[in-house]
């Protein structure tokens, strides 16, 4: 494996060079064992700042990132492993290598579509967002979402609330460790083509997308301005040869006018999560179906506190809101709770407690922790606060 660390510790040489290099050498060895002849043979555009790094034959960068990788609980999955996603490994410039927190699923076999959009997103966007992610979970689909703020992290929020979540990072592991991101590790994995170590580029959100498209078979784009980040994924997916919807808004909004253009292009309207997922009812036979029962209550538009966003409720009652916060009445609302959720809620001390105390008092195991606070912030029993803390948000009322 430490050829492949390599070869993805290559930051200074693109990914379409990468994969042209595998492509005639088979593998990660082989291109660091290439003369600088051979590597010149095998891609004659090879810039000399590319062909300098391929030819500094160093490997105590990638027996760090090995290293790095057993301490933060990543896998490494090649582009020649059996578990590399076949969809992917057919895009253009596909990654060397993925580095995996959590579980990777079977993602050739699920209904994987990605939700995206604006950072920027009115509340009508967040609703719309939250309540696609939450559908395509209910419905058998997997949620693929870049986790940036506004309609991407809302999107992947919905999702948690029923299933599982892939996240795309554009940045090393150790970079993103929001609590949405940690959920989505515990729920379903986040992905990145960076190794541990990597500098960070803005140019690393935009190669991004070809992989969030490419994990799909299709892209929901939910409010984009006009140059919105948005538009770009939509043309990366296009031209990956994936299914692009948009989800209209008002014509005069500006966060429409991205969405006018996708349609006036042949985008297809949605209104649900099943809009989108019936059409690959035979693609994936019995493992799609359409929702029995509405989108929780919680599905309205999130306030995302600065540093650590956070779902809220209503507008009366926001989750990250610490000094005007309502409270829950405990007789009557505890009652509705799940088992766990009462373990949970019992864990936690007056003045808060931090995940990890919840998780050793509990002993319910941290994805299944993870996901049952990730319900009781949307429900507004909880409240997170700085440095990973619990605060209950319900009292007895007197």
Do not use: M, Q
């Given at each position: 494996m430490q050829y492949w660390a390599w070869l993805s510790s290559m930051t200074g040489v693109s990914a379409a060079a990468k994969a042209a290099l595998l492509a005639h050498f088979g593998d990660a060895e082989s291109i660091y064992r290439a003369s600088e002849e051979a590597l010149k043979t095998a891609v004659p555009d090879l810039k000399k700042t590319e062909l300098a790094e391929l030819t500094f034959h160093e490997l105590d960068r990638a027996r760090e990132i090995l290293r790095q990788c057993e301490r933060q609980h990543l896998q490494l999955v090649t582009i020649n492993d059996s578990a590399y996603p076949r969809r992917l490994r057919n895009i253009y410039a596909p990654p060397a290598v993925l580095y995996v927190e959590g579980r990777l699923?079977?993602?050739?076999?699920?209904?994987?579509?990605t939700v995206a959009g604006t950072r920027k997103a009115s509340p009508y966007g967040l609703k719309m967002a939250r309540e696609l992610g939450w559908e395509i979970s209910n419905c058998g689909g997997l949620v693929i979402s870049g986790l940036t703020r506004g309609i991407d992290e809302t999107a992947a929020y919905g999702a948690l609330l029923s299933g599982r979540c892939v996240g795309v990072l554009g940045v090393a592991h150790e970079k993103e460790r929001s609590s949405l991101a940690r959920d989505v590790a515990a729920r379903g994995c986040l992905i990145s083509e960076y190794p541990p170590?990597?500098?960070?580029?803005?140019?690393?959100?935009?190669?991004?997308?070809?992989?969030?498209?490419?994990?799909?078979?299709?892209?929901?784009i939910v409010e984009a301005p006009e140059g919105s980040g948005a538009l770009l994924l939509a043309r990366d997916a296009i031209e990956q040869g994936r299914d692009v919807y948009a989800v209209p808004g008002n014509v005069d909004a500006p966060n429409s006018a991205g969405i006018l253009t996708l349609l006036q292009n042949g985008a297809k309207p949605v209104r649900s999560g099943w809009d989108v997922l019936c059409e690959f009812e035979r693609r994936f036979p019995g493992r799609l179906h359409e929702q029995t029962t509405a989108a929780p209550a919680a599905a309205a538009a999130p306030k995302p506190a600065p540093s650590a966003p956070v779902p809220s409720v209503s507008e009366e009652k926001s989750v990250d809101k610490t000094d005007s916060a309502g409270y829950i009445d405990l007789r009557e609302q505890l009652s509705g709770l799940s088992e766990d959720q009462l373990k949970i809620i019992t864990a936690i001390e007056e003045g808060g407690s931090h995940v990890d105390d919840i998780i050793e008092a509990t002993q319910l195991g941290t994805a299944r922790v993870l996901s049952q606070l990730t319900v009781l912030q949307i429900k507004g029993f909880v409240r997170a606060e700085a440095g990973r803390r619990v605060v209950l948000n319900i009292k007895a009322k007197k």
């Open positions: 699923p079977e993602l050739d076999e699920e209904a994987a579509v170590g990597s500098p960070s580029f803005r140019s690393f959100f935009r190669d991004r997308n070809r992989i969030t498209a490419g994990l799909s078979v299709a892209l929901v």
